[in-house]
């Protein structure tokens, strides 16, 4: 079953702060967050595991409700370089099969 | 370190033939996973390779296969092309395959079957 990522899409201003959502209908091991922009490959932004920790870096974060078997993603003060569409995807079974989410399109504006 | 390699990047064929594509996983990853992304359907897992056996495998016909040699490079190859297997397909890497691991993602080939 595929994650639900909402929202579908967003437009920022420069600054503005998103956050983007991944619901799981199935108990998650793990939630993987990732960037694509047009044309490339994927990048790794971070990794969430069981135990409803929060991750970031920068002024990109992350947390994992297990509970709610969801996970959501903030940006805070977006920049330009931000754009692009970002997927979880989450692993629920043993090993590392990643069952990617629809994919929330993200676009930043001066 | 070098990073994920594929090739070809670009692929154009027919329908009806057969494709091969080629993934070099970073140096001591020993996972290989497959994905398949296209506009209406997203990103879709094919099939997962860990030292050389099927680990894992999507929902896809048969005519989508997958092998992996001693040295952990992946190939996977589709028959019988279809108009519906134009796509970008993307393969990852990751140390043992575990599920908290990071897998990373080559740049892909993109494939036109017309």
Same mark, same amino acid.
């Given at each position: #079953? #595929? ?24 108990? $998650?091991?793990?939630? %993987?967050?990732?960037?694509? !922009? %047009? ?28 509970? !709610? @078997? @969801?996970?959501? $993603?903030?940006?805070?003060?977006? @920049? ?24 929330? @399109? $993200?676009?930043?504006?001066? | 370190?070098? &990073?994920?390699?594929? =090739? ?13 594509? *080629?993934?070099?996983?970073? *140096? ?11 506009? &209406?359907? &997203?990103?879709?897992?094919?099939? +997962? ?21 001693? /040295? *952990?490079?992946? +190939?996977? /190859?589709?028959? =019988? ?13 990751? *140390?043992?395959? +575990? ?6 993602? &080559? ?8």
């Amino acid at each position: #079953q #595929q994650p639900v990522q909402s929202p579908q899409a967003v437009i920022l201003r420069e600054g503005e702060d998103a956050v983007i959502n991944c619901s799981s209908s199935k108990a $998650l091991y793990s939630v %993987h967050w990732y960037r694509q !922009k %047009h044309g490339e490959a994927p990048v790794f932004l971070m990794i969430l595991l069981k135990g409803g920790e929060q991750k970031g870096h920068d002024k990109i974060s992350a947390s994992f409700n297990e509970k !709610k @078997q @969801q996970s959501s $993603l903030y940006l805070t003060a977006s @920049q330009l370089s931000y754009s692009g569409t970002y997927f979880c995807g989450t692993v629920t079974g043993g090993g590392n099969k990643l069952t990617f989410g629809t994919g929330t @399109q $993200l676009k930043v504006e001066l | 370190k070098a &990073g994920v390699t594929q =090739t070809p990047r670009y692929l154009i064929k027919t329908r009806g033939q057969q494709v091969t594509l *080629s993934c070099s996983p970073i *140096s001591g990853h020993r996972s290989v996973s497959w994905y398949q992304q296209t506009p &209406g359907q &997203g990103l879709q897992f094919l099939f +997962e390779y860990f030292s050389e056996t099927q680990r894992n495998k999507g929902n896809f016909p048969g005519r989508f296969s997958g092998r992996q040699f001693s /040295n *952990s490079r992946s +190939e996977m /190859n589709v028959s =019988t092309l279809e108009l519906g297997d134009s796509a970008l397909y993307l393969c990852a890497s990751s *140390s043992q395959g +575990e599920s908290v691991e990071t897998q990373y993602f &080559g740049p892909g080939t993109r494939l036109l079957v017309l």
